[in-house]
């Protein structure tokens, strides 16, 4: 297994982890310990017991919920270099949603003893946690208020700008590892509007379509699109 120090640099790409204290960036990579998932590998399930906070370093998770009939709800695809599971830090209380490797992945694991250690030694650095869990809060308000309130075309335009942008982790990038069922999923659409509008998009030049991929060509065009 790599050094979990060989991620400095790229987690620091990420706007929480880049934010934090350089002296905490490296505590936290001190405690880490690296786990490799192949492609389809649960990670933890809803109700599992609290392991610790991680961050996507390679591959890409699948974070949502399968009901007992198999339906599944997709809430977000995530990829490096995302951090997730703080829910579970502040509570204490099991895992809210099962997490699975949409690809083979590598994961940084802070374990949850560990941390809740630190802050009790640093108790300051509890704000640092509580910004990276109130940024996925907005997201989750922006959502709901996303799937109230906007036409299939703009929530899905504002989806792709989303993802593009790692969830506001990261700097924009243009192709999207993402099939357009797992659009489908996050969005509570049929496969068949969603497909709809991607096509329309791509007659209109503002993405491109293969497959398993997603490609946006015009981020200006997109963002009007999501108004």
């Given at each position: 297994?790599p050094d979990?120090?060989?991620y400095f640099?790229?987690l620091s790409?990420?706007?929480w982890?880049?934010?934090l204290p350089?002296a905490l960036?490296h505590t936290?990579l001190?405690?880490?310990q690296v786990?490799?998932?192949?492609a389809?590998?649960?990670l ?6 609290p392991?610790g906070?991680y961050?996507?370093?390679e591959?890409a998770?699948?974070v ?7 339906k ?7 990829e ?8 579970s ?5 099991p895992?809210t949603h099962?997490?699975?490797a949409d690809s083979?992945?590598?994961l940084l694991?802070?374990p949850?003893?560990?941390l ?6 640093e108790p300051q650095?509890?704000r640092?946690f ?13 959502a709901?208020e ?8 703009p929530r899905l335009?504002r989806?792709l700008?989303?993802?593009?942008e790692n969830?506001?982790?990261?700097e924009?990038r243009?192709?999207?590892q993402?099939?357009?069922e ?7 659409l ?7 509008i991607?096509?329309?998009?791509q007659a209109?030049g503002v993405?491109?379509?293969t ?8 981020f200006?065009h997109l963002?009007?699109l999501?108004t």
């Amino acid at each position: 297994m790599p050094d979990p120090r060989h991620y400095f640099g790229q987690l620091s790409q990420g706007h929480w982890f880049a934010a934090l204290p350089q002296a905490l960036r490296h505590t936290l990579l001190d405690m880490a310990q690296v786990q490799r998932l192949d492609a389809g590998q649960r990670l933890f399930r809803r109700g599992d017991k609290p392991s610790g906070l991680y961050a996507v370093v390679e591959g890409a998770m699948r974070v949502g919920a399968v009901s007992e009939t198999g339906k599944e709800a997709l809430l977000t695809l995530i990829e490096p270099p995302y951090w997730f599971g703080e829910i579970s830090l502040f509570d204490g209380l099991p895992r809210t949603h099962d997490a699975f490797a949409d690809s083979a992945s590598t994961l940084l694991l802070l374990p949850q003893a560990g941390l809740l250690a630190l802050l009790e030694r640093e108790p300051q650095h509890w704000r640092d946690f509580a910004l990276l869990m109130s940024h996925k809060l907005r997201l989750a308000f922006i959502a709901l208020e996303d799937m109230s309130l906007l036409p299939a075309a703009p929530r899905l335009a504002r989806r792709l700008l989303l993802i593009a942008e790692n969830y506001g982790e990261s700097e924009p990038r243009r192709v999207l590892q993402l099939a357009q069922e797992q659009l489908a999923l996050m969005l509570s659409l049929s496969r068949q509007t969603t497909n709809q509008i991607l096509k329309e998009l791509q007659a209109q030049g503002v993405v491109q379509l293969t497959y398993g991929e997603i490609e946006i060509l015009d981020f200006a065009h997109l963002r009007r699109l999501a108004t």
